[in-house]
């Protein structure tokens, strides 16, 4: 299997990958003075500090882990605060796994952006000493003849030396027997795209900046505290507070909470994903012989999903609801309805036959923070340039988590500037 990853990494050289970047981070040093300080775990690898400049970043998922990773190594004394820990089971970033792929229609910004974060994925993956990034690929199964989602996307890769594969339903048969292929007009393939894995991604990009020297504290932002036209600290739950210079708030669904008025045209929706187990010595039924799936069309669901093996957790499939519950996300009964499952055994076993009444291992609940354009948030507070926010994943946001926290990291250094599919002043409106 490990034969089978290096030799799809080389898929993308890392000329192609520097090419495609949005801009490499500096590696900074830095020490570290707040309180409830970690670095005690890691004595020798404390860095100095070279800003003089404090930031604290609320939130430990995908965009805020990242984000305070890069401000670390940019120089910044960096603070790391979540209320319940990186990749915790509430977070949107604390699935098993999540899907990686450069693929994106048209729109070329997030194209390189997932190219920068595998690169970023690959080069501290080794610092982690952990594997999270598999490029196992990725098939995408279309009914229909055209795709523009995907065809949009041709010239993306082929600039970038990349490839993605169009095959007929009796290629894709013979390359992989497991799937049903017969309904379809044609298979695309990507060799570069796979899966991350999603919570453990979390937790060892927290560990790592603790271990380069940066402070990570679990609390509650209860409050940012704004005078003088600028941010100027935290009170926490606990009765701590935090002074910094910059601010960034990277915190999912909980923003709705944090900047109600600001941001009430954020939709928070109920997603399920269901794992389902493997028949024992099937091993073609896993993730080193079977590539991560996404289906356009069967059945009338748009964006059936999955991952096959998921590291041991179970044939992942997923599938997008539309069940709002921006008022209730974090109390409500985490429930799957049970025609949900019933829909997931039912793709299943019409596309890998011999998945068919498998029996399910795992089921979960999560949410998306959906902007109305789906396209994420990066910019300042109105009252207080100094304060970032941070979000809007919309359901993909996970895969940019590397890059796009180097853009926050650039941002709050003012090495970037906003960009305005990411500004705020388009949710104001
Ligand atoms: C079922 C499902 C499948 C998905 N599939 C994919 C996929 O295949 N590919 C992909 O790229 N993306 C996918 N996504 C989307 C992706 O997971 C999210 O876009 C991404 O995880 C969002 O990360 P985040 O850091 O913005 O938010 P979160 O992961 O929610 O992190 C926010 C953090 O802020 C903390 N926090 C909140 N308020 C406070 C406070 N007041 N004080 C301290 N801490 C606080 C929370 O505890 C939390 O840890 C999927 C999402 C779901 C739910």
Not at 69 to 88: A, C, E, K, S
Request: one cysteine or more.
């Amino acid at each position: 299997m490990k034969k089978n990853h290096e030799k799809i990494r080389k898929g993308i050289n890392r000329r192609q990958a520097i090419k495609y970047s949005i801009k490499g981070a500096t590696i900074g040093t830095m020490g570290s003075l707040l309180p409830h300080s970690t670095k005690a775990d890691f004595p020798n690898l404390i860095r100095k500090r070279s800003k003089d400049s404090k930031v604290a970043v609320v939130g430990a998922g995908a965009f805020g882990g990242w984000t305070a990773l890069h401000l670390l190594r940019m120089g910044y004394d960096v603070t790391l605060i979540d209320q319940f820990g990186p990749g915790n089971s509430q977070a949107s970033s604390g699935g098993e796994t999540r899907l990686i792929r450069p693929f994106y229609g048209d729109q070329e910004v997030y194209f390189n952006m997932v190219l920068r974060s595998l690169e970023l994925w690959t080069e501290n993956e080794e610092k982690m000493n952990e594997k999270i990034l598999y490029q196992n690929g990725l098939v995408i199964f279309n009914q229909a003849a055209s795709n523009p989602r995907v065809e949009d996307a041709l010239p993306m890769y082929k600039k970038a030396g990349l490839r993605f594969e169009k095959i007929s339903p009796d290629e894709a048969a013979k390359r992989w027997p497991q799937i049903k292929t017969s309904d379809l007009d044609h298979v695309m393939y990507d060799p570069v795209a796979g899966f991350l894995k999603a919570r453990e991604g979390c937790k060892a990009v927290r560990d790592l900046f603790v271990k380069e020297g940066g402070n990570f504290i679990q609390d509650q932002v209860a409050k940012e505290n704004i005078a003088g036209g600028k941010a100027n600290s935290l009170s926490l739950t606990s009765g701590t507070t935090i002074e910094a210079d910059s601010f960034v708030f990277a915190c999912g669904p909980w923003l709705t909470r944090l900047f109600p008025e600001m941001l009430n045209k954020l939709n928070v929706t109920r997603q399920a994903c269901f794992f389902f187990a493997s028949p024992p010595g099937q091993s073609d039924l896993m993730e080193n012989k079977l590539p991560t799936w996404f289906n356009r069309d069967l059945d009338g669901v748009f964006g059936a999903y999955g991952v096959p093996g998921s590291d041991y957790r179970g044939f992942k499939i997923a599938f997008e609801l539309e069940d709002i519950i921006t008022d209730k996300f974090d109390t409500y009964h985490r429930y799957v309805k049970p025609e949900e499952q019933e829909h997931a055994k039912k793709i299943l076993a019409l596309r890998f036959p011999k998945m068919a009444g498998r029996p399910l291992l795992d089921q979960r609940v999560c949410q998306y923070t959906e902007t109305p354009d789906r396209n994420f948030i990066l910019d300042k507070h109105p009252l207080a340039p100094n304060l970032w926010i941070m979000g809007g994943g919309s359901g993909h946001g996970y895969k940019h988590g590397a890059s796009f926290g180097e853009m926050a990291a650039q941002s709050v250094s003012g090495e970037r500037e906003v960009m305005d599919m990411f500004a705020l002043n388009r949710l104001l409106t």
